[in-house]
């Protein structure tokens, strides 16, 4: 099976199926003299494990990280970085009745026809468990993204279902099981899920991801462009089925006298094009939005086939999240991170010594009163779209 690496200087190529003994990667070309430990990968993986709320699979994985190479005394040594993910709570038996028969809406038709052997257990490769060693390697590269250029990766559910969650700040993300930046919204969006998860179905989610102090200039034209490879890597992520950058699908119904980002000596006056223009970065806040499909795994009849190509009835029962995208957060800000870092390193090989005159400007002039802190420093804060 061919695939399974990502990236160009900062490679990862992960490994392991859902109910196989454990899950992992191997990082390649990370700078040495990073400082890293385990601790630092372990606060990543902890936001995206399973069990973590009653709206979630009931899956019981510590998710704990071990590293097996690339690591001495603390730092990196620029040599491949192993990580491994044990499974501790696999039920395979779950899965009995999918040996010969196929999920409408999963990979499990797909993968038979392609490969002619399949790993019914949860998936196997097209399962989201697999998401956990990309969150893994996406903690080196957002530390060092940070430590270096100070950029910060933050995302928070921006619709679940047919509810539409407004930004209010991004202090709440991290205090409830739904990463809403919006706290009013969380008691409706429980009585939602207890309701669905009850009557045995699933739904979708947006989420939308902020990278903040990305500098200008990272992203490259016509095939390197940084917004067509954070487009691909969201689309690795399972069940996404949409991405926008920015304005994305909006930008249709806007005239161009109001989509074009217009540029003061004070900074950008909007932030349209999601910090990206011509497949490179303008400084600006870089603003990605994905889509993601109903969870496939559910516990309502609904017509298939079986190997021969008979008619039959599919229900799946076993644990499964009603609502993938409640945990995908810290996985769409992974590939985010994966992508930048490829990026930033890809810049710096070419480029560093690049210079210009021309006063380098970012900072939207559309903020609010509010402030924030980011990265150790406080800043104005406002929509991060806008910022």
Not at 77 to 103: C, H, K, V
Not at 148 to 154: D, Q
Request: with cysteine; glycine share 10%; net charge neutral.
């Amino acid at each position: 099976m061919a695939g399974n690496t990502f990236g160009r200087i900062f490679r990862v190529t992960s490994f392991g199926e859902s109910h196989g003994p454990a899950i992992g990667c191997v990082v390649d070309g990370c700078p040495p003299g990073l400082s890293l430990s385990t601790e630092d990968i372990q606060k990543d993986l902890d936001r995206r494990k399973p069990g973590t709320s009653r709206h979630v699979t009931q899956r019981q994985e510590s998710d704990t990280v071990e590293i097996l190479s690339g690591v001495f005394e603390g730092q990196t040594t620029g040599t491949p970085i192993a990580l491994l993910i044990r499974n501790e709570d696999q039920r395979s038996r779950d899965y009995g009745n999918l040996i010969d028969t196929f999920r409408p809406g999963h990979a499990d038709y797909t993968y038979w026809q392609k490969y002619g052997i399949r790993d019914h257990r949860g998936g196997g490769r097209a399962s989201a468990r697999e998401t956990a060693v990309r969150v893994a390697a996406a903690a080196i590269a957002r530390k060092w993204l940070n430590e270096k250029y100070g950029v910060v990766i933050r995302g928070y559910l921006s619709q679940l279902g047919p509810h539409e969650l407004p930004f209010t700040s991004w202090d709440s993300v991290g205090k409830n099981p739904f990463f809403s930046a919006d706290p009013d919204v969380v008691p409706k969006l429980e009585q939602f899920m207890d309701e669905l998860r009850k009557a045995g179905d699933s739904v979708g989610a947006r989420i939308t991801t902020v990278a903040e102090q990305v500098p200008v200039g990272w992203g490259a034209p016509v095939y390197g462009k940084l917004d067509a490879d954070l487009a691909a890597a969201m689309m690795s992520i399972n069940a996404i089925k949409a991405v926008e950058i920015g304005a994305g699908f909006t930008s249709v119904s806007q005239r161009g006298s109001e989509h074009g980002d217009e540029l003061t000596p004070e900074g950008f006056v909007t932030n349209h094009a999601g910090g990206i223009l011509g497949g490179i970065s303008t400084g600006q806040n870089i603003v990605v939005t994905i889509g993601i499909k109903p969870t496939s795994s559910i516990r309502i009849p609904r017509r298939s086939i079986d190997k021969q190509g008979n008619p039959v009835m599919v229900e799946t029962n076993g644990r499964h999240d009603p609502c993938v995208g409640i945990r995908a957060t810290p996985i769409a800000e992974a590939m985010m991170a994966l992508v930048l870092m490829d990026h930033a390193l890809l810049h710096r090989a070419q480029n560093m010594d690049v210079t210009t005159k021309t006063l380098k400007i970012a900072a939207s002039m559309k903020k609010s009163a509010k402030s924030s802190k980011v990265a150790g420093s406080t800043k104005v804060n406002s929509d991060p779209a806008e910022a």
